[in-house]
T-cell receptor, first 111, second 112 residues
């Protein structure tokens, strides 16, 4: 059974800090990994999808990496802003692209 | 944004009543999914569909059924709602070209 783990569950940082959010997965046969953002009471917004053939994927201040051998993905947020405060979830697809989610990391960026 | 609309957005119902949640998409995506999100459990797959009239179970399918009579609509039915089904329900579709799943805004269901 696929398992996806995100630790810690919550993180608080001052504005301007560069930070890394971690995601661990058990299924080494991963073919891609998707990062989402969820604001309180809202749905999920897709941030980045990184294919297993890629090592990194970038969108603005966000950079995601994927290391199949270690079973880890990281989401790097540069120069964090209060508007980045949200819950960040990673998810690994299985057969028929059914997603297995981590429980998320709730990020708070203090002004 | 994949043009996903969930209805209703909020619902309060009583134990034992049937409830149907609707997911409507405008992108003609083949795959559609229903997830529930609960504190301490995160998001878990209930059922999914890989085409019209083609559906299958997910991790937490007990007490739920689904139907897909048209590409654009995927219905989730709670046959007889229980308090354990109080949750936030999300519908998602898969853009098969990009392999990205897009999510609706969710339905908050309370079973009293």
């Amino acid at each position: 059974k696929q398992e996806v783990t995100q630790i810690p569950a919550a993180l608080s940082v001052p504005e301007g800090e560069n930070l890394v959010l971690n995601c661990s997965f058990t299924d080494s046969a991963i073919y891609n990994l998707q990062w989402f953002r969820q604001d309180p009471g809202k749905g999920l917004t897709s941030l980045l999808l990184i294919q297993s053939s890629q090592r990194e994927q970038t969108s603005g201040r966000l950079n995601a990496s994927l290391d199949k051998s270690s079973g880890r993905s990281t989401l790097y947020i540069a120069a964090s802003q209060p508007g980045d405060s949200a819950t960040y979830l990673c998810a690994q697809p299985g057969a028929n692209s059914k997603l297995t989610f981590g429980k998320g990391i709730t990020l708070s960026v203090r002004p | 944004d994949a043009g996903i609309t969930q209805s209703p957005r909020h619902k309060v119902t009583e134990t034992g009543t049937p409830v149907t949640l609707r997911c409507h998409q405008t992108e003609n995506h083949r795959y559609m999914y229903w997830y529930r999100q609960d504190p301490g459990h995160g998001l878990r797959l209930i059922h999914y569909s890989y085409g019209v009239k083609d559906t299958d179970k997910g991790e937490v399918s007990d007490g739920y059924s689904v139907s897909r009579s048209k590409t654009e609509d995927f219905l989730l039915t709670l046959e007889s709602a229980t308090s354990s089904q109080t949750s936030v329900y999300f519908c998602a579709t898969l853009d098969g070209t990009k392999n990205i799943q897009y999510f609706g805004a969710g339905t908050r269901l309370s079973v009293l």
